[in-house]
């Protein structure tokens, strides 16, 4: 099911134009989901509707997961979430200030830096934040 | 570690707005970790917060028995986490509200989702019996009976430590019975 119009199509857009320009200018970008905190797709980058959809509810609930870690250390509150593997990087990066709360989640192969990654993928929240911002 | 003579995971499990996150939060003994996001689908149901990751509480029993109490997401969405949260359960609840629409269908949903009791020991908890047009809590038993399952049916206020309770100590009691080293496992 597509959340789309919950999520105001102006501010969509500008969400879609932002991931195409962070994944055409960072190096090893293989997809990346916006969502929103309680798991639905607001707009993607090169990835199918049901990959998209399945990356959206995966991301909200690790990012729910990172929040009450946080919480529980005393180091409120959770920013981003780096899952490391053998041939590639998973970021859940929290989107400052949208409303409603979402994060970015991007999927990055070997090729990737993940200090660019996160660079780039921090300007591209920032920028989607604005957006969303009311 | 708590200490405790015995120690087991049990899942509460159930549609979205049937009262998961508060059913443990009822019954545990320390607040519970909770991962409460706000909810934009306010068409599936009119509510602020919505659980993405998981609820987690924990509760120590007079006979020594430690209980750690887990709660899933509702919405088929984060089926994911049903079955990472399902491993290694001992025991299932499975909460059903009375007064949504498709109550039945949600209880063979989520029956089945847990293996329909053949895998694991399933307690029903049914809420909201009061509201007009609810289906009675006979309805729900009938409707596992036809498909041959026999499973406890109790209809709960999930607010009330004593109705969770309830249905904690009779999955406590299928799960003995149904393999007895399972408890001090």
């Known amino acids: 099911m597509s959340a789309a119009p919950r999520f105001g199509k102006v501010a969509t857009g500008v969400a879609q134009k932002q991931l195409e320009a962070f994944g055409q200018s960072t190096p090893g970008v293989v997809s990346a989901v916006l969502l929103s905190a309680d798991g639905f797709e607001v707009a993607s980058l090169q990835v199918g509707k049901s990959g998209a959809e399945r990356l959206a509810a995966m991301g909200s609930s690790l990012g729910a997961i990172g929040s009450a870690i946080a919480k529980e250390a005393g180091i409120v509150e959770c920013n981003r979430m780096i899952i490391e593997a053998d041939s590639g990087t998973v970021v859940i990066m929290h989107v400052p200030d949208a409303k409603p709360p979402m994060s970015l989640a991007i999927v990055a192969n070997g090729a990737s830096v993940l200090g660019q990654l996160l660079w780039a993928a921090r300007n591209c929240c920032s920028a989607i934040g604005r957006a969303f911002r009311e | ?185």
Not at chain 2, 11 to 29: H, Q, W
Not at chain 2, 65 to 92: K, S
Not at chain 2, 107 to 126: E, M, N, Q, Y
């Open chain 2, 1 to 185: 570690m708590s200490g405790a003579d015995s120690e087991f995971k049990i899942v509460f499990t159930g549609p979205m707005g049937v009262g998961k996150t508060t059913a443990i939060a009822a019954i545990s003994d320390e607040a519970p970790v909770s991962t409460d996001v706000f909810n934009t689908d306010r068409e599936a149901f009119d509510k602020a917060l919505t659980t993405a990751g998981l609820d987690y509480g924990h509760i120590a029993l007079d006979d020594g028995t430690a209980v750690r109490l887990y709660g899933t997401p509702g919405q088929a969405r984060f089926r994911f986490m049903w079955d990472i949260l399902g491993l290694n359960a001992a025991g299932v609840i499975v909460l059903i509200d009375a007064s949504q629409s498709d109550a039945l269908v949600q209880l063979d949903h989520f029956v089945d989702a847990f293996g329909s009791g053949k895998r694991t020991p399933i307690v029903i908890g049914v809420g909201r019996l009061d509201h007009a047009g609810a289906p009675p809590l006979d309805a729900f038993s009938q409707r596992l009976e036809t498909r041959g399952l026999t499973l406890p049916v109790f209809g709960v206020d999930v607010r009330r430590r004593p109705d969770v309770l309830l249905l904690v100590d009779t999955l406590l009691c299928l799960i003995e019975t149904a393999d007895p080293t399972r408890l001090t496992a």
